[in-house]
């Protein structure tokens, strides 16, 4: 037991969804007869689910800062139904199209973020009124039509890394960028356990930072050889490059930033936040601002990957997002969450609905299975209270049983930083 929680470095609940995440693609693999991981299925389930982890990268911000966006899907869907009638009508390049989606994405979320950071309204409501309002917008703009795009633009949404080199039954840049990958992971764990020493502290045993990191570099691997291998013309999707850049941007943000830590600060304790110097009102703003510029990136890429916008884009998609931010951990009552879990929890429900289609399970049903699974993830955060503060039927159930909480429960801050240390820890950055 020891030896497993030196592995896990106390980030139980992460590692748990990780295995959660394995179990569930070991079962359908077995279910589906070795369906699940093949090159084909892989890319696919990427290629369709890949604007929901986008959505989850933004979210999780949102709910760490102690808020909700419930408007996401429609500003996707209008910015995708402006962008599609700009490029058809103005004749727009389609790198021009995208800045044009950007820029109406930050417009739309400095309108939202203004209302909730400096008029007071709760994000809630706001995004409520927006999820109306840019739905109803979508339909006015493109008449309620479904609007093509050019085969420009949708690479973006349906396009491959490029074949390079010789023939060598692989995609030759699919592998490259995963070697590269590979590089990187173990530089890092190198460089991570050289900086322990030379501050003083004292690193994990060897072994352990080596079954991590060959653990990860096996994952990279395989995962390389399943995007490489594809049916000609194919390889790693375009829409998961876009990804992965955003979570090692995000992930360093969120973790390594003055801005990311005012984030967790807002989210854990607002009000001590600002006696430490912390400007809330613009931290809100910002996190509402960039929720809808990835939301409008992730309307864009879905666009692209179904050659048209269409006025029951985005649909759901809120709910989707939320979910997965959900399952990868974050507290219901905000400050604790990260970036790669919500991703971890957004690929659990995209293994879980791909595995149910590929088993011919109806839509009903698997929608019932979506929901238990929610439920019983957050229940369980609730139970073991492993990360920060607890969420709020956590608390409620606290304040019954009369059980004070412990004081070396991690909180909000920081992935891991307790909330009494809120002012030492922005001072100090």
């Known amino acids: 037991m020891n030896a497993l929680k030196q592995l896990v470095s106390g980030n139980t609940r992460q590692f748990g969804m990780i295995f959660a995440l394995v179990a569930l693609i070991v079962l359908f693999q077995i279910l589906t007869g070795g369906l699940t991981l093949t090159p084909d299925n892989v890319i696919n389930l990427f290629n369709g689910n890949s604007y929901i982890l986008i959505l989850a990268i933004g979210m999780v911000l949102v709910i760490i800062a102690g808020h909700i966006d419930l408007s996401v899907g429609s500003v996707a869907a209008f910015a995708g139904i402006v962008v599609a009638l700009a490029m058809r009508d103005l004749d727009l390049p389609w790198f021009v199209g995208i800045l044009l989606g950007l820029a109406l994405g930050a417009a739309i979320g400095a309108w939202q973020g203004f209302w909730v950071a400096y008029v007071g309204i709760p994000a809630f409501i706001v995004t409520l009124a927006g999820m109306l309002l840019f739905r109803g917008a979508n339909q006015f703009v493109g008449k309620s039509n479904t609007i093509p795009v050019s085969e420009d633009f949708q690479y973006i949404g349906a396009g491959y890394l490029p074949e390079i080199g010789p023939d060598t039954g692989f995609n030759n840049l699919t592998v490259l960028v995963g070697l590269l990958a590979v590089a990187a992971v173990i530089v890092l764990a190198v460089r991570r356990r050289q900086r322990d020493v030379k501050v003083g502290a004292t690193p994990p045993p060897l072994w352990v930072d080596g079954v991590k990191t060959g653990l990860l570099v096996a994952a990279l691997l395989f995962a390389t050889n399943l995007f490489a291998a594809g049916r000609p013309g194919t390889s790693f999707p375009i829409p998961g490059l876009i990804l992965a850049v955003l979570v090692l941007l995000y992930g360093f943000v969120s973790a390594r930033t003055v801005v990311g830590r005012h984030v ?38 879905f666009v ?30 905000g400050g604790v969450g990260t970036v790669v879990g919500s991703v971890i929890g957004g690929l659990v429900m995209a293994v879980l609905n791909n595995g149910l289609q590929l088993l011919g399970v109806g839509a009903d049903l698997t929608q019932i299975i979506k929901g238990l699974v929610l439920l019983i993830a957050v229940a369980l955060d609730v139970y073991n209270k492993r990360q920060g503060k607890p969420s709020i039927t956590g608390l409620l159930m606290s304040r019954f049983s009369g059980k004070p ?9 920081a992935p891991q930083t307790a909330k009494k240390d809120t002012s030492e820890l922005i001072h100090s950055e």
């Not at 009000?271 to 864009?300: P, T, Y």
């Open 405 to 413: 909480k412990p004081d070396d429960e991690p909180t909000p801050l």
């Open 304 to 333: 692209g990957r179904s050659t048209g916008s269409g006025p029951f884009d985005g649909v759901g998609w809120e709910l989707d997002a939320i979910a997965a931010v959900f399952i990868g951990g974050a507290a219901v009552s």
């Open 264 to 301: 967790y600060a807002v989210g854990g304790n607002k009000h001590a936040a600002e006696l430490s110097g912390v400007r809330s009102r613009r931290i809100d703003f910002l996190v509402m601002m960039n929720m809808s510029i990835l939301a409008a990136l992730a309307g864009m890429i």
